[in-house]
């Protein structure tokens, strides 16, 4: 073998570390999330009162205005969670849930009962009506009803209006006995003082993460007891309800708030022993996973349930908690990587060797457990099968990007001549591709998660090839330059927004870098060789 077809001495180390490097963390992130975590137990698994929505199954929506929910699936539902909870939550008098009084009580369960304010008055004047039946015909099995959730929150109706619906309740049902709330994000009680006079009680949202300063699970039972003793104080002698509490347990992290199974089961059993302990009526959120939520608030809208969407419990009150039961998965994913990367220097290569087939391997271990971590992303994001079809499509182009690139880099590593440099057309869409998520993220990142195991295949496989590539010294195109110097930017932009508290902001940051530095090195390569061509000609 010729040694001048071989990489400079101080390069091929550099590029062996990369490859160990990838291929060890691809490894060491399945390992860690499939470790049992301890927690604090709670005294009892039995919980005071759990948001009730049945939209559970594909396709279901109270989006949709022709939605139905059976008696009999109420009741399956209620029987079930009778056994957990003493009440729960509603939120519509529509879609068959004007059912749920008279079910519940067969249970000896409660009800806060929930009737749906928006904007249209005809439709808001139906639900009151449906309402006002309701808890004429179920006064004893009613902890409350609450007239509209989070009405001001949405702007879908002024403080005014909104305090007319309510007060159209409690003259209705005043001879029930029944008292009537009005539920929304504690800031927005302390902001419209005026809705006091409408209701019996205040009902209050403190949802940790959905902060404007997102709170991080260690300080979210803090938080809690101060909005709590906060809103006493500011109307004393008046009886304050949490109305929703609770925490994702998928999705994107904001700051330092990581939506993730083990800070679900942490905050519920933090919340469940402090609620214990004082005198506090609450009432969490929710019962069951809503997929639905997905379209408005992202992933993480579809896991802040007690129980996943087949009416399993995601996690118990005591013991350990594991964040990926099926962590080995990856670990799987990671091993047939590295066999059909080292199966692929079989076709079309001009070169044999130990040192090839070990960077294949190395490159395939890091590719499949990137697009394990990849996919187990997908499983709780797409919602339909149009989105899986796109992600699916855009994992293979990835996983086809990361072998070709594989294959250069190891016949380089192994000392093969090689004629022509990686596919820069295929570099273009990447970076480009890179671009303009980064834009969606800047100006409109709120609910959209990080593609990190999509990305970092391509950013890693071309910064090794431009390492290597020192043979060839083609000056990229502006564009290619242009993104190059846009998308550590944007990155940054991402960190900061996140106040530099988010682990995956920082990581998505590496990736725009990573991909960033394979243009700005055959950039500074051309440039330094149009310099010396540039001086010879003068000499």
Known sequence: MSPSFSPSSRVAPLAWFILVVAALSGAYWWWQIGRPVSLPDTPTAHIACVSYAPFRKPGETPLNPRAYVSPERIDADLRALSERFDCVRTYSQGFGLSAVPEIAQRYGMKVLMGVWIGRDPVANEHELQMGIATARAHPEVLRGVIVGNEVLLRG????????????????????????????????????????????????IHILPYWEDAPVEPKDALQHVAQVYARVKAAYPGRAVMIGETGWPSHGKQRRGAAASLVNEARYLRDFLRYAGNVDMP??????????????????????????????????????????????????????????????????????????????????????????????????????????????????????????????????????????????????????????????????????????????????????????????????????????????????????????????????????????????????????????????????
Not at 163 to 186: G, L, S
Not at 294 to 302: F, L
């Open 156 to 203: 879908e109706q002024s403080p005014k209006a909104l305090a007319a619906y309510v007060n159209e309740m409690r003259e209705a049902i005043r001879d029930t006995h029944v008292p009537v709330t009005y539920a929304d994000v504690w800031e927005f009680w302390l902001r419209y003082p005026q809705m006091l006079d409408a209701v019996d009680y205040i009902t």
């Open 282 to 539: 609450y009432n969490v959120i929710e019962a069951f996973d809503q997929p639905w939520k997905r379209e408005q608030e992202g992933t993480v809208g579809g896991y802040w349930g007690i129980f996943d969407v087949n009416a399993r419990p995601k996690f118990s009150m005591q013991g350990p908690v594991v964040e990926e039961s099926r962590w080995l998965d990856g670990w799987w994913a990671g091993a047939a990587g590295a066999l059909l990367f080292v199966l692929a220097s079989l076709w079309r290569a001009e070169w044999r060797g130990v040192r090839g087939r070990m960077a294949l391997a190395l490159a395939g271990l890091a590719s499949g457990t990137a697009l394990a971590w990849q996919f187990r992303q997908m499983w709780y994001a797409c919602r339909d099968q149009g989105e899986w079809l796109i992600s699916g499509a855009l994992c293979l182009v990835a996983l086809g990007t990361a072998l070709a690139l594989a294959r250069w880099v190891a016949a380089r590593l192994a000392g093969a001549p090689i004629t022509r440099g990686p596919d820069r057309q295929l570099r273009f869409a990447w970076l480009f591709g890179l671009t303009f998520y980064g834009l969606l993220l800047v100006f409109d990142g709120r609910y959209r998660d990080f593609p990190l195991g999509l990305f970092w295949l391509p950013a890693l496989g071309y910064l090794l090839a431009a390492l290597l590539d020192s043979r060839h010294a083609e000056m990229p195109a502006v564009e290619e330059r242009f993104m190059a110097c846009v998308m550590p930017l944007l990155g940054a932009i991402v960190v900061a927004q996140d106040v530099g508290e988010s682990p995956p902001a920082w990581l998505w940051l590496a990736v725009n870098l990573t991909l960033s530095t394979a243009v700005f090195i055959p950039w500074r390569r051309a440039g330094r060789l149009q310099s010396h061509q540039a001086q010879a000609a003068h000499q």
